[in-house]
């Protein structure tokens, strides 16, 4: 006898999938499989705190007020010509002789020479600081001596020299060289370069009358020789010194007119910390280690979590450097992103390969890749509220101030978001996407990828939805997007799905 038999065929049910914002940003932590797609796994370059992925910061040319109160005529100082620069400055000048504000940028040249241009001006240009000559990227310091400002230049390898902006600079070559100096109440503190476990201070507050002898009862200095290592920066914050230290903070306390002296360790890492990304930012320090941001009270320390631990493994950023403007931590960096791209400055020998600018208060931040910020400085007067860049390779002989046009001076940033890899809870099936929809009012690129095909399709902006049919197969499903215009906006993303359940 002859059985029939029966197949039972499983219609596939369709399902919609809906990105209704990219207002969630980056997740690392998360594992792909089980990550909402409401986060990115990667992206850098789009701005997506109002819910659509439009272009992200960029720079332009620097420009600087003619008056110190009168923000509406702008001018582009004229740079030392063929020189790449390396660090800059902003000396707050008061002239004595004029009896006005005179403050002026300042630059260090990867030729070892020191330039100052005249902020309000009409024609701002840079014109060489006379006799003076480091051997390695010196910091500077406003300073004010007997009512008069000043500004001092050291490094570790250097002779420190102060300028008062109106006559010669002083060398002063009978001092220690200082790799980090503050003031703090009626007291100096300053390291010492070579003597990294050294912090010197002194009631006399000229420092140029400061001796190499530590051996002088006139010439005090605190040793620290415990497992936070070498000192690398001394500041003043909230009534405290505060040194920091190659793995942590030690606290000094001072007492007004009196030579005691009080330390306390406060904070022990397994991380480094990055010596030029320590800054003050408002009622907290912030800095760079080895695992990602932390933020500093005055009495603890924690780790900014921004949920992207992942793109800080297996990176080094001694180079890394860091400013402070208008509630706005800024650190140059490297980052360890998970893709194969190639943007920008990573195309040849870089120091670092990103800016963050990072909310000090929400913790909410923006990732520029491919850009190597070597300097930068918060430059503040009555008319003008900005920051200051300068850069490596195609961009060293410029510098910069933030934009919000999704460009690099002349040159579009590379923009990019990158769902997670993931079986949609659906494991172990099949599925084909059968449908992308999405706004975009802009050119973009989108990248439907399963662990089995990939397919990218160009999408031509305009004002109304625009819809591609992939139809391509696999069991993990992801999304890039890709813009290379300057400009962005998209939304509104639904992708339609059929599974074939078991």
């Given at each position: ?393 195609v961009y060293a002989n410029k510098l910069g101030e933030l934009t919000k046009n999704g460009k690099f001076f002349e040159d579009n940033t590379v923009k990019h978001w990158y769902s997670p890899m993931s079986d949609l809870g659906y494991p172990a099936t099949q599925k084909l996407i059968k449908e992308l929809s999405l706004l975009t009012k802009y050119d973009c690129n989108i990248t439907l990828f399963t662990e089995r095909q990939t397919v990218t399709f160009a999408i031509k902006g305009k004002n109304t939805n625009s819809k591609i049919k ?33």
């Amino acid at each position: 006898m002859l059985y029939q038999k029966k197949f039972v065929f499983r219609a596939p049910k369709q399902i919609e999938l809906s990105i209704s914002d990219f207002k969630n940003g980056i997740n690392t932590e998360i594992a792909e499989n089980i990550m909402p797609y409401k986060f990115a796994t990667n992206s850098y370059n789009y701005n997506f705190e109002n819910g659509a992925l439009i272009e992200g910061l960029g720079f332009d040319d620097l420009k600087v007020p003619q008056s110190p109160d009168d923000p509406s005529v702008e001018n582009i100082p004229i740079l030392p010509m063929g020189k790449e620069i390396d660090c800059i400055w902003h000396f707050k000048h008061y002239d004595t002789y004029q009896n006005k504000r005179m403050d002026k940028l300042m630059l260090y040249t990867k030729d070892k020479l020191v330039y100052y241009a005249t902020m309000f001006s009409p024609l701002p240009m840079f014109f060489l600081v006379p006799n003076i000559n480091f051997t390695s990227r010196p910091t500077a310091l406003n300073y004010k001596l007997n009512g008069k400002d000043y500004v001092i230049l050291t490094s570790n390898t250097d002779s420190f020299v102060i300028w008062d902006g109106e006559s010669m600079p002083q060398v002063i070559t009978s001092a220690p060289e200082l790799s980090s100096i503050c003031v703090h109440q009626d007291k100096l503190f300053a390291t010492i370069g070579g003597q990294r476990n050294i912090v010197r201070y002194s009631s006399n507050l000229d420092p140029t009358t400061w001796t190499k002898d530590l051996t002088n009862p006139n010439n005090p200095y605190i040793e620290l020789n415990d497992a936070r290592g070498g000192v690398n920066k001394v500041i003043s914050f909230l009534g405290y010194v505060f040194a920091f230290r190659e793995f942590g903070i030690t606290k000094i306390k001072t007492y007004e007119n009196s030579s005691e002296i009080n330390v306390s360790h406060l904070f022990v890492s397994g991380n480094r910390i990055y010596k030029n990304t320590i800054c003050i930012c408002g009622d907290r320090i912030l800095m760079l280690t080895k695992d990602g941001i932390y933020e500093f009270d005055g009495i603890s320390t924690k780790k900014v979590d921004l949920k992207i631990d992942a793109l800080f493994q297996n990176i080094y950023n001694d180079q890394a450097v860091a400013s402070y403007h208008e509630g706005k931590y800024y650190v140059a960096c490297k980052l360890s992103y998970p893709d194969n791209n190639v943007i920008g400055c990573e195309n040849v020998v870089h120091s670092n390969d990103t800016l963050i600018e990072l909310d000090v208060k929400t913790h909410s931040f923006h990732i520029i890749r491919g850009v190597d910020v070597v300097s930068m400085t918060s430059l503040q007067v009555d008319s003008m509220s900005k920051m200051a860049f300068c850069f490596n390779s195609v961009y060293a002989n410029k510098l910069g101030e933030l934009t919000k046009n999704g460009k690099f001076f002349e040159d579009n940033t590379v923009k990019h978001w990158y769902s997670p890899m993931s079986d949609l809870g659906y494991p172990a099936t099949q599925k084909l996407i059968k449908e992308l929809s999405l706004l975009t009012k802009y050119d973009c690129n989108i990248t439907l990828f399963t662990e089995r095909q990939t397919v990218t399709f160009a999408i031509k902006g305009k004002n109304t939805n625009s819809k591609i049919k992939p139809n391509i197969k696999g069991e993990l499903i992801g999304i890039k997007v890709e813009s290379l215009g300057a400009s962005a906006n998209i939304s509104n993303a639904k992708l339609k799905l059929l599974v074939w359940q078991n």
